[in-house]
């Protein structure tokens, strides 16, 4: 199995790929942990409002 990992701020990843990313965050942390906020059906927090790598 081969692994990719991409690292860069935000403004480097489709659209698409950040909303797959904030799906399964939700998937992840509202599922398991409950309690996180979602928006749009998806867990996006004030981490994602800052430009820090993905």
Same mark, same amino acid.
């Given at each position: 199995?081969? !692994?990719n990992v991409k690292i860069g @701020? *935000? @403004?480097v990843f489709p659209k698409s790929e950040l909303f797959v990313m %904030? *799906? !399964?965050h @939700?998937? $992840?942390f509202s599922g398991r942990i409950?309690? $996180?906020p979602?928006? /749009?059906g998806m867990e996006i927090d004030?981490?994602?409002a800052m430009d /820090?790598? %993905?």
């Open positions: 199995m081969q !692994l @701020t *935000r @403004t %904030h *799906r !399964l @939700t998937n $992840v409950g309690g $996180v979602i928006m /749009s004030a981490c994602d /820090s790598d %993905h």
